[in-house]
């Protein structure tokens, strides 16, 4: 069985920072081979892409660009979304998502509030 956790979210004042982190497990699941997205999902709005990581390299989307970075530490089997200079539009649910071999999982997410 298959688990993303998410966690490092909570309220944070504009111009801050947060990382947030996508734990996985499960017997002979590694983030190196698969495909690891964030999303996120503001009130009342569509859940929205936000980075994406694989072997292939990494995508930040325009929204986050220059002040999102996706990383990886595949002796932790986690995934990290390092967020900077936060706005209040940036707050959100987000998520992670792991594709890969005709599956996906989907961690339960974790709350990001950017206020003051």
């Known amino acids: 069985q298959v688990q993303l956790v998410e966690s490092g979210g909570g309220l944070v004042q504009p111009g801050g920072s947060l990382r947030l982190s996508c734990a996985a497990s499960g017997t002979g699941f590694f983030i190196s081979t698969n495909t690891m997205t964030w999303y996120r999902q503001a009130p009342g709005k569509e859940r929205e892409f936000v980075a994406i990581?694989?072997?292939?390299?990494?995508i930040i989307a325009d929204s986050v660009k220059g002040r999102f970075t996706i990383s990886r530490d595949n002796a932790k089997n986690t995934v990290y979304l390092q967020m900077n200079s936060l706005k209040p539009e940036d707050t959100a649910v987000y998520y992670c998502?792991?594709?890969?071999?005709?599956?996906?999982?989907w961690g339960k997410g974790t709350l990001v509030t950017v206020s003051s």
């Open positions: 998502r792991a594709t890969g071999f005709g599956m996906e999982y």
């Open positions: 990581i694989n072997s292939g390299g990494a």
